[in-house]
């Protein structure tokens, strides 16, 4: 299974100091690679690989139709579509692009990490990424569940693909992904958890907001997410990539140069909220 989330480009919002990454191309459901990650051989493990949880086995059930669950995400789709044109689609639409996370997570962090000032954790990160990949397609390819989109009509803050539609929406990959590197990186700067946790849910609550994931698709990705960390401490070789992370990290915010104030207050007015 390719290991590569399907996303769509992302328009620019300057009012809001948001300056989308480039588009990556629809190529399936797992996990984009990272910008901020310098070159690495593609022989590159995961670190978990089989002794991964399995998460079909873990994550609660793809609603049924007609069921409760069900009825609740068709419910908050069909609300979220009035978020059209806020501030909020804004910032939904600014992180289709899960590649560019370390960017979206500057201000919670208090410095954009890159592969020039933190390159042993980009390199940590593109190995979670793996990980991250296979506890998503499991049970996506287990559950067919189609996105929201096909089931009832309404809008959505990117432009529909074949390849989006045809990758499953339960659970999503990508809020598996951003609630994955929001506990790492809260881990490795402990005084910036709160914020950190509450943009990483926020990232993940974007595809709510886009109408591409029903809301237990991404109550679904931020528990696959949650099982990943959690195995990844009983790995002795990501144990030792932390400390070097946190060291890195450490230096990088000490080093800065820290993100703009006005447009980190405006993003976290915004993140405040809950769209649904």
């Not at 074949?162 to 490795?188: F, Q, R």
């Not at 991404?218 to 990844?232: K, P, Q, T």
Request: net charge neutral; charged share 20%.
């Amino acid at each position: 299974m390719d290991w590569k989330l399907a996303a769509a480009g992302a328009a620019a919002v300057v009012s809001m100091g948001f300056a989308p990454a480039p588009p990556t191309a629809p190529t399936g459901h797992g996990v984009a690679p990272l910008p901020m990650t310098p070159a690495a051989p593609a022989a590159q493990p995961p670190y978990l690989g089989d002794a991964l949880p399995d998460t079909y086995a873990i994550l609660p059930p793809s609603p049924q139709p007609g069921s409760p669950r069900d009825d609740a995400d068709r419910a908050i789709f069909r609300a979220t579509r009035s978020a059209k044109d806020t501030p909020r689609w804004a910032l939904a639409q600014n992180d289709v692009n899960q590649a560019a996370i370390m960017k979206d997570l500057a201000c919670a962090i208090g410095v954009e990490l890159t592969a020039q000032n933190a390159p042993k954790t980009s390199a940590m990160m593109l190995r979670v990424g793996r990980d991250v990949s296979r506890a998503t397609n499991r049970p996506k390819d287990i559950y067919q569940r189609p996105r929201p989109y096909l089931v009832q009509q309404g809008e959505t803050c990117i432009p529909v693909s074949d390849a989006l539609s045809k990758s499953p929406d339960y659970p999503s990959g990508h809020n598996a992904w951003g609630w994955t590197v929001g506990l790492i990186m809260a881990e490795l700067a402990p005084d910036r958890a709160t914020q950190i946790l509450a943009r990483a849910r926020a990232f993940g609550e974007g595809r709510l907001v886009c109408g591409v994931h029903n809301l237990s698709a991404v109550e679904a990705g931020r528990l696959n997410g949650s099982i990943v960390v959690a195995a990844l401490h009983g790995n002795a070789e990501f144990r030792r990539d932390m400390d070097a992370a946190r060291a890195e990290v450490a230096a990088a915010r000490k080093a800065g140069p820290a993100p703009d104030p006005a447009a980190c207050e405006r993003e976290s007015e915004i993140v405040a909220k809950s769209p649904y």
